[in-house]
């Protein structure tokens, strides 16, 4: 049994009077491919919110290797271990792809003033190393021939796989990735779920959001599934498929199988 | 006591005037999304509108006043569709420099047209009136009756209108609005021609008591902007509420402490209330 | 090619220095070395407010302020305390960033609009409070004769003095020259990356494990520092304070002189700041009113030209190197 590397705790979330998540309780183990469905407005995004420090928790905890970072700065909770993309795929539109990746490192350097501007030996190597994984990652997720291109210009699909490259140039032990391949086409689909698995072959840890069946259920070792913020069942994909509250969740009660 | 009265009634009515211009300002706030850094001039260009009306062409004050806000009404509407709109899709840094040049044209605009001093309007309604123990004039009375009845107005509008319900739905999303066929770039104009309005009608109001002069729409666009912060920007009720708050603190603090200091006293609520609550008192987000 | 390339850029720069360091040698009118004096002053101020503007994108309107902290601190060590100008420079700097910190902290928990306008608020009550508190500063009448930097004593009994006009630009060509040098050199390092990631997206940044509150801080109190540091060499310069040197119009102008010459780079600030300053120095009797002037400039860059003359010009560089192509 691998180990246990996130625990979400009887986590609850409120906006105002609306309860977006509701006394979730769930684990994540280290190695595995994690994925999290559920029909839209379930409360899969505001979840990861509420795991990266975007949101402050109402009730409950998140524990992350054993250490409680329930509503630690975003930031911080990055430096931990844990780095997340976002559903609009995001990154930083006015740099070139190579750009991009350099500065995702910079959490685990300290780039100091002094050395800076007096130009130091450990200031200049530190750089260099950022350089270097900004490469080494992009290499990784193929986008070498685009490393020179205005991230705002690429494509789609190459921006996916930017805003996922960006994650893993901070060194993640678990990488949450929302909707990786939300709007791009069957071929495409396929070329990300490779890249997830080769992410997963690096020892890195992934939780999914996914809608797209193959995805979400081909994928990953576990599936845990959401309604209105609540934990309907939790299990290998298989199980989970089979499960009668899952078919309601998504098809309504008149549903027969 | 009396002394007290004085400050509380002078405060209402000072108020009443930043009521009014925070009121057009959360308006435009509302649709434009950015702050209307140029309000301000608006302010300052309806004074002395008025001001030439009264003085130049002998037209009496309640003329004078109407026109200025006709006037001030479509210098709004040329400014929104020459400077803002262009704009609408930049970044606020592009529409916060854009206004900064507005108001270098317009503030200088006056200085040289008008010259620096501190122009005098014509005594109006001078006629005091003594109420528990202490004197105050019509023109006051007024100020405070026109603005009780403009923001009367401005609320059966935007309530009671279609035309108000359609810029209540563009404040609140203007993608859906677009997409139920409202003409967003009419509600602009429109909400840009009632926040300059509402400019000119308090400049024109307190131009009988305080002194017209180039650089007046500063003060009073600074503090205008502590109050939307405080009041929520976008939020009428807030800029109502806080435009009288604002008055009234202000009245008070400069009757008791030092007028010089009443500016820093207000900007230093404004900072206080922004460490604790960084988007304002009523602000969402 | 890109040898040849790398060599041309450095070309350039060495004739400016040569240019810029000989041109008391050339230039006797006292009046155009005054505006060569200024010009390096405002290009320093706007040099630093452009980190924070430019490269961390966010819009910071008390500049003004910290370049009359700066003065005001400087005036005041040397007149009421007799201080010596050096240490009073580098007390004058510190005491810059300080109230950096004090009014940073506060203001950085804002964004935005409300960053902009909680900034130029901070900048009126500072200007308020030089102008009421008469007892330290003078308030209106000012504060009048600040001397010009003592002399620097140099082996075998030679002194440099800074009462001529050359020396004064000397010592403000070499403080802007490090000034850029600096700014320089943050910017192409991992901490501008750090800054243009901020601008670029605050929420992804922080999802990657940057700090936006201290990265933004941070570039705050550099572009402070060097803010005070203009300041400072006003002060001695001019030799005369009065509070309107930290007032908004101030900044005003700053910003303008950043957006005409483009936001965001470093020659950017360097231009609209010399070039402005020429030309208002220079219309200063005309009864063109100068402001106005600004106003209708800077709408019309906003609007049709917003990387001011530097991307204009680079603009103009690739329509130029596309032609070639063809």
């Known amino acids: ?101 350099i500065v995702g490192h910079r959490l685990r350097i300290k780039a100091g003033l002094w050395g800076t501007v007096m130009g130091s030996r450990y200031t200049r190597s530190e750089e260099k190393r950022c350089r270097e994984k900004a490469e080494e990652v992009l290499e990784f997720i193929g986008l070498t021939r685009l490393k020179n291109v205005t991230a705002g210009n690429l494509p789609q699909e190459a921006q996916k796989r930017l805003s996922i490259g960006l994650a893993l140039t901070t060194d993640p032990r678990l990488l949450l990735l929302d909707e990786p391949t939300g709007g791009v086409n069957f ?65 309504g009660k008149n549903y027969n199988a | 006591m009396s002394l007290f009265i004085q400050q509380v009634l002078n405060g209402i009515m000072l108020g009443s005037v930043y009521s009014l211009v925070a009121l057009g300002l959360t308006l435009e706030y509302g649709i434009l999304h950015i702050p209307n850094f140029a309000h301000g001039v608006l302010y300052m260009a309806g004074a002395y509108v008025t001001f030439l009306l009264a003085t130049a062409v002998g037209l009496n004050f ?71 123990g202490v004197t105050i004039t019509l023109q006051r009375i007024i100020i405070i009756g026109v603005t009780v009845i403009l923001i009367v107005l401005l609320h059966l509008f935007i309530k009671k209108t279609i035309m108000g319900a359609t810029i209540e739905a563009t404040a609140q999303d203007r993608e859906g609005a677009q997409l139920m066929g409202i003409n967003v770039k009419r509600v602009r104009m429109i909400v840009f021609a009632l926040g300059s309005a509402l400019a000119a009608a308090a400049a024109a109001l307190i131009a009988p008591i305080h002194l017209v002069h180039p650089g007046m729409g500063g003060p009073v666009i600074l503090k205008a902007f502590v109050i939307i912060i405080l009041g929520g920007m976008g939020s009428m009720p807030g800029a109502i509420i806080g435009g009288f708050i604002m008055g009234l603190v202000e009245s008070l603090s400069g009757g008791y402490i030092s007028t010089s200091y009443n500016e820093v006293f207000a900007f230093g609520v404004l900072v206080i209330v922004l460490t604790i609550r960084p988007t304002g008192l009523f602000g969402a987000k | 090619m890109a040898g040849k390339l790398f060599s041309f850029k450095n070309l350039i720069i060495l004739l400016l220095l040569i240019f810029a360091f000989t041109i008391p040698c050339w230039v006797t009118s006292r009046f155009i070395l005054h505006i060569v004096i200024m010009c390096c002053i405002w290009a320093m101020a706007a040099t630093s407010m452009n980190l924070m503007m430019g490269y961390t994108g966010q ?56 960053f902009a306008i909680g900034t130029m608020c901070f900048n009126v009550i500072v200007t308020v409070i030089i102008d009421s508190w008469e007892d330290l500063t003078e308030g209106a009448r000012g504060l009048l004769g600040i001397p010009r930097p003592a002399p620097i004593s140099l082996p075998f009994g030679m002194e440099i003095t800074f009462t001529s006009m050359p020396a004064m630009y000397y010592l403000v060509l070499t403080s802007l020259l490090l000034t850029i040098w600096i700014i320089y050199r943050i910017v192409h390092s991992m901490l501008g990356r750090t800054f243009i990631a901020i601008k670029g997206n605050e929420e992804l940044s922080e999802s990657l494990g940057i700090s936006a509150m201290r990265t933004k801080l941070l570039s705050f109190l550099i572009s402070t520092f060097f803010a005070g540091w203009a ?96």
């Open chain 1, 187 to 251: 071929k495409e689909t396929s070329g990300l779920i490779s890249l997830i698995e080769k992410i997963r072959d690096q020892k890195i840890t992934i939780c999914l959001i996914e809608h797209k069946m193959k995805v979400a259920m081909d994928l990953p070792d576990r599936v845990l599934v959401l309604n209105y913020g609540r934990k309907i069942t939790e299990g290998v994909p298989m199980d989970v498929s089979k499960d009668q509250r899952v078919i309601e969740a998504y098809l």
């Open chain 3, 231 to 326: 300041g400072v060499l006003y002060a001695s310069y001019i030799g005369f304070l009065s509070p309107e040197i930290s007032d908004y119009h101030v900044t005003f102008e700053l910003l303008i002189f950043c957006m005409i010459g483009g936001l965001g780079t470093m020659v950017g600030p360097l231009i609209g700041a010399i070039i402005l300053t020429i030309i208002s120095e220079l219309l200063h009797g005309i009864a063109i009113p100068r402001m106005v002037a600004y106003g209708f400039l800077l709408v019309i860059i906003t609007i049709f030209l917003p990387g001011g003359i530097t991307g204009g010009i680079k603009m103009l560089w690739l329509r130029w190197n596309r032609k070639g192509e063809q």
């Open chain 2, 62 to 132: 309640w003329l004078a006043m109407l026109i200025a806000m006709i006037v001030l009404g479509l210098i709004g509407i040329l400014i929104e569709r020459l400077v803002y709109r262009p704009l609408m899709l930049e970044s606020h840094l592009s529409s916060f420099i854009a206004a900064i040049g507005l108001i270098f044209i317009f503030v200088d605009g006056a200085l040289n047209i008008f010259g620096p001093d501190f122009k005098r309007f014509p005594p109006t309604h001078t006629q005091a009136f003594h109420i528990l």
């Open chain 3, 59 to 114: 819009i910071n309107l008390a500049h003004g302020a910290f370049f009359g902290i700066g003065a005001y601190s400087a005036g005041l060590l040397i007149l009421k305390v007799g201080m010596n100008f050096w240490p009073a420079l580098i007390l004058a700097c510190i005491i810059t960033v300080f109230v950096g910190l004090i009014i940073g902290l506060p203001a950085l928990r804002t964004r935005g609009s409300y």
């Open chain 1, 1 to 101: 049994m691998n180990e246990m590397l996130l625990e979400v705790k009887d986590v609850s979330k409120d906006f105002g009077g609306l309860r977006a998540i509701d006394h979730l309780d769930f684990q994540i183990r280290e190695g595995e491919i994690f994925s999290i469905i559920g029909p839209n407005g379930s409360g899969k995004t505001t979840l990861f919110n509420v795991i990266t420090g975007f949101h402050p928790v109402t009730k409950g905890k998140v524990i992350f290797q054993g250490e409680d970072i329930t509503n630690l700065k975003p930031f911080t909770i990055a430096r931990k271990g844990i780095t997340r993309t976002f559903q609009l795929t995001t990154v930083f539109t006015g740099e070139t792809t190579l750009d991009n990746l």
